[in-house]
C-alpha cells in the first residue's frame, strides 16, 4: 500500500529488509554495540559481510534514539544505517526514543543526500514493541518529518510478516488520510 506525504512517496511492503535491491540506504534495528545480534541486525550483518562489524567498530556504543551510518558492503544498497530502539518496560519514555530512531535515521539519510530508504519495525521484535503502538509512532514521526526532508523521494516500511504489514497499512490509514 502506497501513501503521498508532500513529495514523499511512503511505501508498506511485507518483505525481507536484505533484499531491498532499488533502495540507497537500509535501517538496521541494531544492538548497542553494532556487531551480529539476531532478527534484522543478524540478516543485515549476515547480507553484509564481515567488514561491516569492522566499520561499525569505531561507531558503538551508541544509545537508544541515536542513528550512526556505514557503508552497506555486500548488500545491494549503498548505505546501513543503524539505529538502537528502545527495550519496551525499560527505555523510558518509549515513544519518544522509538519516535527519535526514526527521526535521527532521516535526518542522516537527508544530510547524506539519499533519495531512498527502507526501515523494518524497529524494537518490535526482541525489544518486545507492541507492533501497532510501535506503528502509530513511526507513521506518525514520518508524517511529522516530511517537510524537512529535502532530497528523499521515497520512505519503505518493510514489514516480515503479513500481520504486521495489516498493522502499519491500517494505523497509516488512520494517520495519513484523515
Ligand atoms: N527483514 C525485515 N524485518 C525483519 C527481519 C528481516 N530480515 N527479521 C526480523 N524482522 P528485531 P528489535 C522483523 O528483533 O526489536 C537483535 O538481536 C521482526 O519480525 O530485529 O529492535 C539486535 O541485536 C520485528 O518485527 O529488532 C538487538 O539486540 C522487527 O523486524 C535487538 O534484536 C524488529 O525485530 C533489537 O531488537
Known amino acids: ?15 525481507d529488509i536484505t533484499d531491498q535491491k532499488d533502495i ?12 551480529i545480534g539476531g532478527g534484522v541486525a543478524g540478516a543485515i550483518h549476515r547480507a553484509a559481510g564481515p567488514e561491516l562489524e569492522k566499520a561499525c567498530r569505531n561507531l558503538a556504543p551508541i544509545n537508544p534514539g541515536e542513528a550512526v551510518i556505514t557503508e ?14 528502545p527495550v519496551y518496560g525499560r527505555d523510558k519514555p518509549e515513544a519518544d526514543i522509538l519516535g527519535r ?32 503502538e510501535a506503528a502509530e509512532v513511526s507513521i506518525r514521526t514520518v508524517k511529522e518529518m516530511a517537510s524537512e526532508l529535502k532530497n528523499i523521494k521515497i520512505i519503505r516500511f518493510v514489514l516480515y510478516n503479513k500481520d504486521d504489514l495489516r498493522t502499519f497499512e491500517s494505523q497509516a490509514n488512520k494517520i495519513l488520510t484523515q
Open 1 to 15: 500500500m502506497n501513501f503521498q506525504i508532500e513529495e514523499i512517496l511512503l511505501e508498506l511492503i511485507q518483505g
Open 24 to 35: 540507497e540506504a537500509v535501517v538496521n534495528a541494531a544492538n548497542a554495540q553494532l556487531k
Open 72 to 85: 552497506a558492503f555486500q548488500l545491494p544498497n549503498q548505505y546501513v544505517i543503524h539505529t538502537l530502539g
Open 101 to 132: 530512531c526514526y527521526k535521527n535515521s532521516l535526518k542522516l539519510a537527508a544530510a547524506n543526500r539519499i533519495k531512498s530508504i527502507a526501515f523494518p519495525a524497529i524494537s518490535t521484535g526482541a525489544f518486545g514493541y507492541p507492533t501497532e
